[in-house]
């Protein structure tokens, strides 16, 4: 017994099978320690997507209860402040709402940021908090806009008008630009403020299509719809229009124009929709600042702090009062939400090499400028 041999091999100082409380007992016993941990990370794995599940349902359920849109926008709760000017501890507030971009039927902002352009919803939002809130006293809507969607602009329009139907006044000032739909917006507030050198104006109503069947000819290729009904496909690019096609979109067009006569000479007091229709004012071209307060289209002319104490005036709060503007809360319920970004609409101005020509959705009527 003393000269049997021990085949058992040594093992190094720094081998792992010496940290393994089993290593002595054999090979066996040192993967016995590796299914154990393993186990155990299956364990936890499991433990983990329970816990998940039952979060997310949480969330869930407090989104359903708690966020609601339409309560979370009438709600200052749902903004971050952004102190502007004034005394930090007034509570009598001028609310800034800018009008910034292309006006577009777009959603609310995400939890990472506002969303790109004038987003309908977001303005309205901020325009009903506004009528609701009784610490909100006057509304500065800051227009730096070309105009946009015909429903969008209007939208907004009768926010502002709903606001004012609570004895609140609302004052448009018009930065860089503010023309067609923008100029929309401003005729719905109290008083109109521009720059001297605002670019307003393009009272008029544009739709568009692209026709390609030529291009569709050379390249061998054809449309074959099949519609329920002759003016079904009105603006199809696959073929020519009819002179009874043409006929249906302009009477369109001037239906919408002429609302749009309507709303600018009911916001403007000194002018008729017959000084507006027919005239250099309302044949879609554009104005400075200046020409459009001899023209009679804004009240005066100034800048920023001109329009806060026009609004503070109108108020009866000019010697104590705070401006500020609003950014969306970030809270876990939008987060889980998953806000679709609307897509970027990129449209610049008459003169630019990269024109607003192709740069319209086929088949939605807009104010916006244009290149004739």
């Known amino acids: 017994m003393e000269n049997q041999t021990d085949n058992t091999q040594p093992q190094p100082e720094n081998c792992p099978l010496k940290q393994c409380p089993a290593a002595n007992k054999g090979w066996r016993n040192y993967i016995g320690c590796f299914g154990i941990f393993f186990g155990a990370c299956a364990v936890f794995m499991v433990c983990f997507s329970v816990v998940a599940i039952l979060t997310f349902a949480g969330i869930s359920k407090f989104w359903e209860n708690n966020e609601d849109d339409e309560a979370s926008a009438n709600s200052l709760s749902a903004y971050e402040k952004d102190f502007i000017a004034g005394s930090h501890s007034s509570s009598n507030v001028i609310l800034v709402v800018p009008v910034s971009g292309v006006i577009y039927s777009g959603l609310e902002d995400s939890p990472f940021g506002s969303a790109e352009g004038a987003a309908a919803n977001r303005i309205c939002n901020q325009l009903r908090l506004a009528a609701k809130d009784s610490d909100i006293k006057a509304v500065i809507v800051k227009i730096d806009s070309p105009g946009g969607e015909v429903v969008a602009s209007d939208m907004i329009y009768q926010a502002i008008k709903n606001v004012r139907a609570q004895g609140k006044p609302v004052v448009a000032l018009m930065e860089s630009v503010a023309a ?52 079904k496909d009105l603006l199809s690019g696959t073929r020519p229009t009819s002179p009874e096609e043409k006929q249906i979109i302009q009477e369109h067009v001037n239906k919408v124009y002429d609302h749009f006569v309507e709303v600018c000479a009911a916001g403007r007091p000194t002018l008729t929709a017959q000084q507006i229709k027919g005239t250099k004012i309302g044949d879609g071209r ?51 939400k998953g806000q679709a970004a609307s897509s970027s609409i990129n449209v610049k101005l008459p003169g630019d090499s990269n024109s607003l020509s192709g740069k319209l959705e086929q088949g939605k009527f807009y104010m916006l400028p244009a290149n004739r």
Do not use: W
């Open 180 to 231: 067609s739909g923008g100029y929309y917006v401003a005729v719905g507030c109290d008083r109109i403020i521009a720059h001297p050198l605002t670019t307003t104006g393009s009272i008029g109503v544009i739709v568009q299509t692209y026709k390609y069947y030529n291009l569709f000819q050379k390249i061998g290729l054809e449309s074959e719809p099949y519609t329920s009904g002759p003016m």
């Open 286 to 336: 554009i104005f400075l600042g200046t020409e459009a307060k001899a023209l009679g289209l804004v009240d005066q002319l100034g800048y920023f702090s001109d329009a806060e104490k026009k609004i503070a005036s109108m108020a009866g709060i000019a010697a104590d009062y705070k401006v500020i503007s609003l950014r969306k809360r970030f809270s876990l319920a939008s987060l889980f």
